[in-house]
């Protein structure tokens, strides 16, 4: 199983980018799918998840400006980040809880967003 991630890039301040994060491989079932974070010196934080039914947690910091959504039939998670902010800089990862020959925890490659100010 891989976790693909697309979509990071450089943005001004009040922008809007989206992140896209596709599963691939042998997959039985997917449960949560998340975003992570990773700014330089900082340790990972959450940004946001879902579950296999639709209910999503976001950090407090990205509330009203960011929606995650996923496509269950494309194994595919998506993060639409708008009026994005210097401080949302930061590699940015996604997760998921993936059922193959059993329950395993994946991480996909990360992708850079940059927020200029």
């Known amino acids: 199983v891989q976790l693909q991630a697309s979509g990071g890039g450089l943005v001004q301040a009040g922008g809007s980018l989206r992140l896209s994060c596709a599963a691939s491989?042998?997959?039985?079932?997917?449960?949560?799918m998340g975003w992570y974070r990773q700014a330089p010196g900082k340790q990972r934080e959450l940004v946001a998840t879902?579950?296999?039914?639709?209910?999503?947690n976001y950090a407090d910091s990205v509330k009203d400006r960011f929606t995650i959504s996923r496509d269950n039939a494309k194994n595919t998670v998506y993060l639409q980040m708008d009026s994005l902010k210097p401080e949302d800089t930061a590699v940015y990862y996604c997760?998921?809880?993936?059922?193959?020959?059993?329950?395993?925890?994946?991480w996909g490659q990360g992708t850079l967003v940059t927020v200029s100010s």
């Open positions: 997760n998921a809880d993936i059922l193959d020959y059993r329950w395993s925890d994946y």
């Open positions: 491989g042998i997959i039985i079932r997917i449960n949560r």
């Open positions: 879902i579950t296999s039914g639709g209910t999503t």
